[in-house]
């Protein structure tokens, strides 16, 4: 007989490092975005090989802006996955743009990159492929895809006729210290997003941040002075260049959105920027624990690792082979009363509300759907113990039964 343990799916994993570093900044005077958010977005560029960040105040916000910053809007077509969050996709809807969702590939998570290439057409401006638990994409097949039909592709502003083919916006809401092909997430796709949620590896409470590649013709000063007027609505100067003595005056220069990080998220995220090589080292044990401890049983997880690609371990996929999704249910609700909490990733698009009333239907992603039937994600954070995985897989060999 088991004690009963409680296992949350996925706390925060906060020290005394983050604490102190937030405490400083409260101490400092200076709050919203300042001298910590700009050296957070040093840190994070300098990680992903990357010229520039730029601190948000979360992923969606990342994706929108540069959506907008990309003049993304009514008339265009943007492609995604099924298979994500509905913040990839609504997105899209908030610029005024179509949303073209992709299936999976067949027993995969991540979008069928042959179905991307179906999906592209002359109104294709943009897509937004997902990593998923950490684990990126095959960004190279997603570009083959494009340049095979690259003809398709109609620039309507510089910064699309620079580009002179489909733009790549990574979800990389999951993937921050992943790498494919030894190149680290924020540097293969166009434009990279990347969340800092609470339940993220690295986390500002809430928060995003967006890398991009350099752009043949494009400074990217005038890239960064963008984002930043989209961030704080249009105003030409933020409230550290307006400390500068009788610097008071400003102007906007049109009236844009608020989504800009705060020096209290920023110093969260400094402190866990620090420790954060060793909280990737200690979710890549615990995800090879959990596989050696669920082998030999008929269930299959996401493969985190292997010559193309390393993950950077932010969620425990497994698939219960064979089985349906009354079946899953009943295996979530079994462990949720021997206190372990476990979740689904995800439900697919066509099958909630807002999706089915843009007219999708879940019969169209035959793929997603297999996915999700028998999907259920294990706890996965780095307050767990050896001890707590055994119990969660000895709890789940015992409602899988």
């Given at each position: 007989m088991?004690?009963?343990?409680?296992?949350?799916?996925?706390?925060?994993?906060?020290?005394?490092?983050e604490?102190?570093?937030v405490?400083?900044?409260?101490?400092?005077?200076?709050i919203?975005?300042?001298?910590?958010t700009?050296?957070?977005?040093?840190?994070?560029?300098?990680?992903?090989?990357?010229?520039?960040?730029?601190?948000?105040?979360?992923?969606?916000?990342?994706?929108?802006?540069?959506?907008?910053?990309?003049?993304?809007?009514?008339?265009?077509?943007?492609?995604?996955?099924?298979?994500?969050?509905?913040?990839?996709?609504?997105?899209?809807?908030?610029?005024?743009?179509k949303?073209?969702?992709?299936d999976?590939?067949?027993?995969?998570?991540?979008?069928?990159?042959?179905?991307?290439?179906?999906?592209?057409?002359?109104?294709?401006?943009?897509?937004?492929?997902?990593?998923?638990?950490?684990?990126?994409?095959?960004?190279d097949?997603?570009?083959?895809?494009?340049?095979?039909?690259?003809?398709?592709?109609?620039?309507?502003?510089?910064?699309?006729?620079?580009?002179?083919?489909?733009?790549?916006?990574?979800?990389?809401?999951?993937?921050?210290g992943?790498?494919?092909?030894?190149k680290?997430?924020?540097?293969?796709?166009d434009?990279?997003?990347?969340?800092?949620?609470?339940?993220?590896?690295?986390?500002?409470?809430?928060?995003g941040?967006?890398?991009?590649?350099?752009?043949?013709?494009i400074?990217?000063?005038?890239?960064?002075?963008?984002?930043?007027?989209?961030?704080?609505?249009?105003?030409?100067?933020?409230?550290l260049?307006?400390?500068?003595?009788?610097s008071?005056?400003?102007?906007?220069?049109?009236?844009?959105?608020?989504?800009?990080?705060?020096?209290?998220?920023?110093?969260?995220?400094?402190?866990?920027?620090?420790?954060?090589?060793?909280?990737?080292?200690?979710?890549?044990?615990?995800?090879?624990?959990?596989?050696?401890?669920?082998?030999?049983?008929n269930?299959?997880?996401?493969?985190h690792?292997?010559?193309?690609?390393?993950?950077?371990?932010?969620?425990?996929?497994?698939?219960?082979?064979?089985?349906?999704?009354?079946?899953?249910?009943?295996v979530?609700?079994?462990?949720?009363?021997?206190?372990?909490?476990?979740?689904?990733?995800?439900?697919?698009?066509p099958?909630?509300?807002?999706?089915?009333?843009?007219?999708?239907?879940?019969?169209?992603?035959?793929?997603?759907?297999?996915?999700f039937?028998?999907?259920?994600?294990?706890?996965?954070?780095?307050?767990?113990?050896?001890?707590?995985?055994e119990?969660?897989?000895?709890?789940?060999?015992?409602?899988?039964?």
């Amino acid at each position: 007989m088991n004690t009963i343990r409680n296992i949350p799916f996925s706390p925060p994993d906060i020290s005394d490092e983050e604490i102190n570093e937030v405490v400083d900044t409260l101490r400092s005077g200076w709050i919203t975005t300042g001298p910590k958010t700009k050296l957070f977005e040093k840190k994070i560029a300098e990680y992903c090989h990357t010229s520039k960040a730029v601190a948000l105040n979360s992923a969606t916000a990342a994706m929108e802006i540069t959506l907008r910053l990309l003049g993304i809007g009514p008339g265009d077509e943007v492609i995604t996955s099924a298979y994500t969050y509905s913040a990839t996709a609504s997105v899209i809807t908030h610029v005024g743009a179509k949303v073209v969702l992709v299936d999976t590939g067949k027993n995969s998570f991540h979008i069928d990159y042959d179905g991307i290439e179906n999906a592209i057409t002359e109104k294709t401006k943009v897509i937004i492929p997902v990593d998923i638990g950490g684990v990126m994409c095959d960004y190279d097949k997603i570009y083959e895809a494009i340049e095979r039909k690259k003809s398709f592709f109609n620039p309507t502003n510089k910064l699309q006729e620079a580009f002179g083919r489909i733009i790549v916006i990574a979800d990389a809401a999951h993937s921050i210290g992943a790498t494919y092909q030894g190149k680290m997430s924020g540097e293969v796709a166009d434009f990279t997003s990347f969340s800092f949620h609470a339940v993220k590896n690295l986390t500002t409470g809430e928060g995003g941040m967006v890398t991009w590649k350099d752009i043949n013709g494009i400074d990217n000063e005038e890239i960064y002075r963008q984002y930043m007027l989209f961030s704080i609505h249009g105003q030409s100067k933020d409230a550290l260049a307006k400390t500068k003595l009788g610097s008071w005056e400003y102007d906007i220069v049109a009236p844009y959105y608020k989504c800009n990080m705060t020096d209290i998220m920023a110093s969260l995220g400094l402190a866990q920027f620090k420790r954060y090589p060793s909280i990737i080292d200690k979710r890549k044990h615990m995800i090879e624990k959990y596989d050696e401890l669920l082998s030999g049983l008929n269930v299959t997880s996401m493969k985190h690792y292997d010559e193309s690609s390393k993950s950077c371990g932010h969620l425990y996929l497994l698939r219960l082979t064979g089985k349906n999704e009354s079946f899953r249910n009943e295996v979530i609700k079994r462990m949720a009363e021997k206190g372990i909490a476990t979740n689904v990733h995800y439900k697919p698009l066509p099958m909630l509300e807002a999706y089915r009333n843009l007219a999708f239907k879940i019969e169209d992603y035959p793929n997603a759907y297999e996915m999700f039937q028998n999907e259920i994600t294990l706890p996965l954070h780095t307050l767990l113990t050896d001890e707590d995985i055994e119990y969660v897989v000895n709890i789940f060999k015992e409602s899988f039964h």
